[in-house]
């Protein structure tokens, strides 16, 4: 008898078996003699290989192909194909989840799925710097139709109805806001676009303008002819050169085709819009610092009111809102009130834009309908955390949220629900943390940041944050005393009752947040003189795992101090008074052996 | 450039319509590169200018290339969307000058999608 | 002040209430003297308001000062006459008679609380402080004026034009030159105070010039979990300077910067223009190698 040529190794494990392993077996063995094959064929039953989610399953040697989830129809076809004409059957084979082939369907892929485009509805679609573009997709028929078949007033009425809230943290309806501008006394009315997207973490904004700038523009202009103002303002980060050129180009390409400047559309109604450039200050993004910055005063917040829609720049009425929230407007005018808040929650309609970031597999921008959970956004959109690390927080809000914890991840995203559990949603920041994350850290991070970023103009938010950064910088230092915690709830709430714009009276939150979800973490550093997550430097010693070390001297080379010591290809040491914990030799280690303790 | 009155915005739109979507125009193929800062940083200039020699080089004179801003797949950057006329348009992550010339000769010219590079078939889902 | 001598006062007279003077008022007041402290300007505190640090121990200037000027503003033995200059004095030591010219200022200095309202509304330039006597004109390199008033020259309009000047400023030489920002003063009718003010409150302007390369480190929140705060160690130790130094070759300066919206690509670093994305301490180190020109 000739030797068979090739061998089929059918799973006859337990999982397998009763997904018919055997069944299967019946049926190859009855096509290979259909085709004369039964004496080149070997159809051998083996043992469970564990994957048992897959089955049945079969490997085909000695071209180790691995088939899965095998039906009777299958087998017909691959047998004629592999077997009789030597061609693997591609669609029976198993694809890991990391690789993408064949190619999937943009709706097959989490990323993709659950998001539901509005404001980045144009995104990568068209050319940002054509404004022909942005018209073939229906651009400027929303404007159209505000200035030729609706009256001011029902435009404003079209957005009450919509629902639409302020997408730059606070939530205040748009609508509403719109109409106490237009009620608001004043020859001369002013509306403001802020992009000045400070908080650390979020890039929706500039992420907008580059991809769509005529949307922002679109709405801004519906916007002001329903609160009658003639001014428009965009006052921009100066970290966005990319955004801001995108800008200029495209008030540049509305003016030329009469969409801005005098007697837009032939209705009479006037409309210049100027593009101010923001210095790096992130107090800035408050309303009132806004304005002084845009008159040349020094951007330090003032009391409220009045407030901006009665007396904002040059005293006049002024709107302001933010770049996402005027993205929505056209969509909403051309679709409908009833249409957007048909999306979303009973308080928070429409779409948010999240840029999820941090120890998360795809980072990146993603728009997803409010009420969405936490879940769906880290792991289905997200893709999990990278590595095998345990998810442990996801930050909302910037320096004015709070973290969540791994038990509120089912949380429905909106913007009640987010303020409940301590955070905001803010300008939509999301930045996922693993294991690696020390909460003690991230809370003096935010503290350092707010504390550089307080104007000075209100001495609780000026001193106690100063202060309360130094007592954070005292835990990680593993310098914490009894009573820190306490200390810094204290001064929590001292300097949220006591400061006068948004920036101070959120400032604690981050410490709140952390203390109320991850005490046991500030407790370790304080009692235990330790940092759970290996992040603070005075609590951490870096070492060498011998068994894994390989001697290669990569990490001596490298260490600035000098501090390792070792023969080639003999386990090296650290020696721990002379390391500075810099982490060089973990960045460069090939082998994983170096860890943090 | 003449102010425009809404019932122009019409024409413009199906003037647009054929370079935009396919279906009408002359052209081919059409491929968008993905041009936001983190797409720039990322080296999608180089993507762009490699496309643009090879479009050159090969006189293609039906294939439109155009700038688009961010996907929103950042930690994928570079990426360029392939549209063929009457096929679903593939996105393709992570590229550097060697992906891009081989996308450009097997998907562009010759219509085989180049699966390993290739993240995706379509788009999402608006409104 | 010889108290031997039946004829002497014991009052004495300070001119001028900087530091100095200041401290010196105090000295006498508590010793029981009565004061009577004269400053030229609108009020005490002199140049050392002006000044961040001291030398050479690098002391806060205003935490020197700020309590000096309150003891001094609130002394019941200390006569503040600001806004004034003397016009002549007579008498030999231990008793002089002076003549002191007030100037009309409009404000009841008793009741001022010193708010700044005033300041803020007045439709009137505040020129007061340009036209300072004895101020020396801006000495200013031809080349350096024609850059600056090219700049000055785009600008139409008062205070609204500090910020997008000072970013023009910065973007053609690096830093905010003080000869230039005084051109800018002089051209504008704005007060140099006003202009530092704001050029110190944004963090995008530098009063210290700059080196040829400005490298960023990123650090946004998705920055740091992912490891910014180590690339910053790494390369201020690479380049021997801390955050927001320069090197002494004017080459490179490190700054950090609160999220440049890459997030997708954290930790990111940027150099001049350049960016980069996705970056380890010992690549962010050997990057700095392509900057070497």
Redesign the interface.
Known sequence: MEPYRTHVMLCAGTGCVSNGSFRIKETLERELKKHNLQNEVAVVMTGCNGFCAQGPVMVVKPDDIFYQLLTDDDITHLVEEHFLKGRPVQKLMYTPPA???????????G???K????A??????????QI??Y???????AL?KA??EMTPEQVIEEIKLSGLRGRGGAGFPTGRKWELARAAKGETKHIVCNAD???????MD??II???PHSVLEGMIIGARAIGASYGHVYI????P??RERLIKAIKQAT????LGKDI??TGFDLDVSI???????VCGEETSLIA???????EPRIRPPFPVESGIWDAPTNINNVETWANVP?IIN?GAK?FSAIGTETSKGTKVF?V???V??????EVPMGITLREIVYDIGGGIPGDKEFKAV?TG?PSGGCIPQSLLDLPIDYEKLAEVGSIMGSG?L?V?DED?CMVD?AR??LE?LKD?S?GKCTACREGIDVMHGILVRICEGNGKEGDIEMLEELSEAVKDSSLCALGRTAPNPVISTIRYFRDEYEAHINDKSCPAGVCKALITYVINEEKCKGCRLCAK?C?QEAITGEVKMPHTIEQDKCIK???CF??CKFDAVSVT | MPKIKPEDLKKIREQMSRTMSLRDGDARAKITVHMGTCGIAAGARTIMSTLLALTEEEQAKDIILTASGCAGLCSREPMITVELKGQAPVKYVELDEEKTKKIFSDHVLSGTVVEEYALAMGSERLG | MNQGNGQKVGAVLVVGGGVGGMQASLDLAEAGYKVYLVERGPSIGGVMAQLDKTFPTNDCAMCTLAPRMVDCGGHLNIEKLTYSEIESIEGTAGNFSVRIRKKARSVDPDKCTGCGECVEHCLVKNIVYLDQPGRAPVQIEESVRTKADRIIGRYDGDRETVVPILQDITDEFNWLPPDVLMRVSQEKQIPLEHILRIATFYKAFSLKPRGKHIVTVCMGTACHVKGAPRIMDRLERELGIKTGETTSDMRFTLESVRCIGCCGLSPVITIGDDLYGKVNPVEAAAILDKYQD
């Open positions: 690789e993408e082939l064949p190619v999937p369907k943009m709706s097959d892929i990323f993709f799925n998001q539901r485009l509005i980045l509805r144009n995104r990568g679609m068209i050319d940002p710097e022909d573009e018209i073939a997709r229906d651009g400027y028929t159209a200035l030729n997207e400070g908080d650390p973490g979020a890039f500039r992420s580059e991809s769509d980060r100066n970290e966005y990319l955004a030329d085709y009469g969409l559309f032939g101010h450039r923001g210095a790096g200050a992130f910055s845009l008159e040349g005063r020094a951007p969509d679709r249409w840029s970031v941090g120890k597999k795809n980072t990146g921008l993603v930050q910037g920041g930045i943390m994350t991230v991070y935010f940041f970023e104007c490298n600035p810099c982490g060089v960045d460069v």
